[in-house]
């Protein structure tokens, strides 16, 4: 791999063409945060495409268009005389060491589990650090990430289940619920309680060091490849989906099955 410097003379490089094009491109002249911000969305769920497929080249090609727009943004800082790079630099670094005291202090901690209760505490008493224990939480995060994030805050601050066998008699509570307020066919009720149930899923899956959200795309992508196969197999066969019985679909799927491990 690249040594220190040559790391460094490349982020330099890169810097310098971020200058150029601010300056002679009319595409990138016009940019401002807000007109970056949906990109900025795009490109870091492009990231999260190539991580998933766990495909290094398209990692590292996303990882330089998300570097892009923090650049961008620290430019657009240095323009209006805000910020620049070395003080986004500068206040990262000094927050990593702030939130590591078991690296560069007198504290330890053994365990990751131990690092990340401390990091929550210690969040609470910096300065510009987060005013209660969930308003770190992003309000836009979608709601599945979002219920991940708030428990696991909740949890390094002690509010948690005492063994993680007891979260199942939430989820059937919670499921019980559910299926009284289906019965009653009430639609407000009904999609409370499908709220409460997803949200102790999610925290059984926690508890369980199970990320929801990686297990949940998995199954995405499960689905899409034996969706594929069956609608390939029809089209093969000079079928229309919707004139296959639900019997035949179901053979399909199930040879899709057998043919790409899951």
Known sequence: MHTREEQMQAFGRFLDV???????????RKQTNESLRPNTIEEVYELTDAIIKNDAA??????????LHVAFY???GAEKEQFDMKDVCDRLCEKLIFRHPHVFGDETAETAGQVSQNWEQLKLKEKGGNKTVLSGVPASLPSLIKA??????????GFDWEEKEQVWDKVKEEFDELQVEIAHMD??????????LFFSLI????????NPDNALERTNQKFIYRFNYLEAYAKQHGKDLKSMSLEEMDAVWEEAKKTKKQ
């Open 18 to 28: 971020l200058d150029e094009l601010r300056e002679k491109c009319p595409w990138d």
């Open 148 to 157: 991940y994030r708030i428990q696991d805050k909740a949890r390094n601050v």
């Open 74 to 76: 620290a430019k657009i």
């Open 187 to 196: 639609q407000e009720k009904a999609e409370a309680e499908f709220g409460d």
């Open 58 to 67: 398209e990692i590292c090609k996303e990882l330089g268009d998300v570097l």
């Open 203 to 210: 925290n059984a899956a926690r508890l369980y060091k199970i």
